[in-house]
């Protein structure tokens, strides 16, 4: 699972707080008192949730406190909403090679031309996208497939084939996913 980070914008006292808490909850706390800082640690940082007492700059990924007391239950409950809400926009869309892929409705989508994909073939996709090298058979058996690497099996080979197979027919492309001798990759 991807760590959730709280970053706590120029709030000493809420970020203490939430320290004493840290154990009970479900992300990473950082405390951030400087806008280099804050734009340093975000470049580094993929999934955030900035709280601060006023809006930075045109950044989403913020929860605004403008009403202070608040009931701390509320907040962290408040907290986790967020981080649900971005979690769900981030695995909304994905862009890959030109491409616009809908992991909630499993479509892939380029020149208004729309393909349906089983949640196996997203999966693959996603995988080899997000991979620096060519990914194995066995790597792709154990990673997407929860095969064991030992087993018989062509599984693998027969998706990518018609994977491989739909982005022709629809997209009229041929080199979307790429095979060499040390397995199947997708170049970005």
Known sequence: MITQNLIIYKLNSLYQILQELHLDLNFKIIFVDSDNYLNDKLKTLSNYLIVSNKKYLENKNQLILDTIPINILKFIEKINIEFLKLQFNIQSDLMINGYKI?????????????????????????YLSRSNKSVGINELQLKVWDYQSDLETHTVET??????????????DKKFIVSDKNGY????
């Open 102 to 126: 809908d992991l909630n409705s499993r479509e892939v989508l380029k020149n208004k031309i729309k393909l349906k994909l089983t949640e196996k073939e997203i999966n693959t996709i996603i």
């Open 159 to 172: 998706h990518i084939y018609r994977l491989k197979k739909k982005f022709l027919n629809f997209f009229n």
């Open 185 to 188: 990759k997708i170049i970005r």
